[in-house]
């Protein structure tokens, strides 16, 4: 099975950019769709965005579309969230997750992914 782990999370003042990474290792990430999901405080984690194995099509949630951009490099076995115009809404625990099962269609719903890595904190200053 693959293992993820995420990187790049940190402390930016609102408008700001980060980059968030997710690194795949144990089986090729193209053997998986990926998304991001985030985990804001005392809320259920949520949908952020997600891209097909090989990154032709993609999925956003209304709240980042525009803003966050989510790609994937398998050559790298690496997936990333590019993220611009950060808000204070923003702040969360951030999920990199991976599915085998749906790899063509990328699917916003969380128990459709298998795998999940740890999570890195997002943290946005007003």
């Known amino acids: 099975q693959v293992q993820l782990v995420e990187s790049g999370g940190g402390l930016v003042q609102a408008g700001g950019s980060l980059r968030l990474s997710c690194a795949a290792s144990g089986r090729p990430l193209s053997n998986y769709g990926m998304a991001w999901f985030r985990q804001l405080p005392e809320k259920e984690r949520e949908f952020v965005a997600a891209?097909?194995?090989?990154?032709?099509?993609?999925n956003y949630a209304d709240s980042v579309k525009g803003r966050f951009t989510i790609s994937r490099d398998n050559a790298k076995s690496t997936v990333y969230l590019q993220m611009i115009n950060l808000k204070p809404e923003d702040t969360a625990v951030y999920y990199c997750a991976g599915s085998s099962r749906w790899r063509v269609r990328p699917i916003p719903d969380q128990d459709k992914y298998d795998y999940w890595g740890q999570g890195t904190q997002v943290t946005v200053s007003a």
């Open positions: 891209i097909s194995w090989n990154g032709g099509t993609t």
